[in-house]
């Protein structure tokens, strides 16, 4: 019965706006269309009105671009949205007259060819906001064959009694395939974006992607002066998104952030499957790392999920091999921002490792490990594309 409801609701979302999504659409290409893309209902909810007022405050002068905004809010009477955000003011808005899970594929695909038929451009961002966890899995959040948790988390509290639901990563990866857009980049304004199985699975999908390894704080970014950034047509333009977020600080902290070059992850992989042969560490020999590396994510006290890929390698390969690989890693890592501490929700525990420039690489990495709390997640690193490309089964991962 579940299954069937969320079929009805995903051919429903659109048919309830005021306008017809599927009328014939004549616009002018705009140089760039970004969508933020809010899924915020959850507990993240309460944040959204500010940054609605920074979105607007950011619009004023972005010259001929497009910032369009889908909006699903914790609310049991204000259904999703979508709308044009212009010169500081909210125009076009279109009410849904059912709710909609946010996390569901049918509806961000909607969403997305929504936005493009309405706003069309010679190449569009996409800012996802609101929570993740990377590559890790977990069983009650299935849409589909696998298990993978990756973006989204709609929580469903308007009485449809589906509840915390994502979308994982490879899902996520046909939907914007299907898109088949031009996507200048991917900003992921939610936690533990940045890693590499995330990474490659969306390698095809987008020229960039910036985010972060580690937890962001529920503020989230600073749009009012990060989102002309967001339509900067510099090559490095990615280097004025990040700055601009990173000069925020929220609790007196800033946030760890990198930028990944999608085209160069599949350099990455063959290095690190060469690299890991030359010290050859399978999950029943691989050391106790629980508070030698740079940690971003533990699932309990003692099992951590996502270690820093630049600090693994530089204290278990060869010199040269990390040399090597080294040079793999910093034409993928292209831009990172450096902090020694982050605001966290206890998910780690900074007493844990020693946090240095040199050893932050600005992307996390699953290390399988020969303890008991391991066991589900060194079967489930199996379900990611990047464990065989890397070739980590070759060295008894």
Request: aromatic letters at 12%; a negative charge; one cysteine or more.
């Amino acid at each position: 019965m579940k299954k069937i409801g969320i079929l009805i609701l995903g051919i429903l979302l659109f048919q309830s706006c005021k306008k017809d999504d599927d009328e014939p659409v004549v616009a002018t290409p705009m140089e760039r269309t970004v969508l933020v893309y809010i899924s915020g209902e959850n507990n993240l909810s309460g944040y959204i009105a500010d940054e609605l007022d920074e979105l607007k405050e950011g619009s004023k002068g972005i010259g001929n671009n497009a910032l369009v905004v889908y909006v699903d809010k914790n609310s049991s009477y204000e259904k999703p949205y979508i709308m044009r955000i212009k010169e500081g003011v909210a125009e076009e808005k279109y009410y849904f007259g059912t709710d909609s899970l946010s996390s569901h594929p049918e509806v961000m695909a909607r969403v997305l060819k929504y936005t493009s038929d309405h706003y069309p451009a010679t190449d569009y961002g996409l800012v996802l906001w609101g929570h993740a966890s990377g590559w890790v899995l977990e069983d009650s959040v299935e849409w589909s064959g696998s298990r993978m948790r990756g973006y989204g988390h709609d929580s469903g509290t308007d009485g449809n009694s589906l509840k915390d639901r994502y979308i994982n990563m490879n899902t996520l990866a046909r939907v914007l395939t299907a898109w088949n857009k031009p996507i200048r980049f991917i900003l992921a304004d939610c936690c533990q974006f940045q890693c590499i199985e995330s990474a490659y699975e969306l390698r095809h999908t987008t020229d960039y992607i910036i985010g972060s390894p580690a937890e962001i704080p529920g503020v989230g970014a600073p749009y009012h002066t990060m989102t002309p950034c967001m339509f900067s047509q510099a090559d490095d333009f990615y280097r004025e998104i990040v700055d601009a977020y990173y000069a925020q600080k929220a609790d007196n902290k800033r946030v760890l952030l990198s930028v990944i070059k999608t085209s160069t992850i599949p350099s990455l992989a063959a290095a690190t499957n060469q690299a890991l042969k030359t010290f050859a560490l399978p999950a029943e020999a691989c050391p106790d790392l629980r508070k030698q590396r740079l940690i971003y994510y533990r699932k309990q006290a003692y099992t951590p999920l996502m270690y820093d890929m630049n600090d693994f390698m530089l204290h278990n390969a060869p010199q040269q091999a990390y040399e090597t690989w080294k040079q793999a890693l910093d034409q993928v890592v292209i831009y990172k921002t450096y902090t020694p501490t982050w605001v966290t929700s206890n998910q780690i525990n900074f007493n844990d490792f020693e946090m240095s420039e040199e050893r932050y690489g600005g992307i996390s990495m699953f290390v399988p490990q020969a303890l008991t709390s391991y066991a589900k997640y060194n079967k489930d690193i199996q379900a990611t594309a990047w464990y065989w490309a890397a070739g980590l089964n070759e060295v008894g991962w």
